[in-house]
């Protein structure tokens, strides 16, 4: 999800931050990207708002945080066969086609 504020703020859901509106600091531009692991597992939802530069996100950003979903996704599904193997059951072997990105950055 990567709605620029014009796009959110015209949105018919949009409700500012409701009763907190006074209180609640200024969220501009949201992105959000979600979290899913082996087996369409939903760990949850990554959102991120404010970009340093005042702009709106763009698709570099969201293929940015994506990657950076990807691998959090990886070590929870890892975290959770560790949990699984610590309780003595038997954790399946990683799917290996998952699919995951990684940023490779030798050294000059």
Excluded at 31 to 51: F, H, M, R, T, W
Excluded at 79 to 96: E, I
Aim: proline share 6%; with cysteine.
């Amino acid at each position: 999800m990567r709605p620029t504020q014009e796009e959110l703020e015209r949105h018919p859901a949009w409700r500012r931050f409701g009763a907190t509106a006074g209180k609640h600091p200024p969220l501009r531009g949201p992105l959000a990207v979600p979290i899913v692991g082996e087996d369409c597992l939903n760990y949850g939802l990554l959102q991120v708002s404010d970009k340093v530069d005042g702009s709106d996100f763009d698709a570099d950003d969201e293929r940015r945080l994506q990657d950076l979903v990807e691998a959090a996704a990886v070590g929870l599904d890892a975290l959770r066969k560790v949990m699984a193997l610590r309780l003595g059951a038997r954790a399946p072997a990683a799917n290996v086609s998952s699919g995951a990105r990684f940023v490779v950055i030798e050294a000059a």
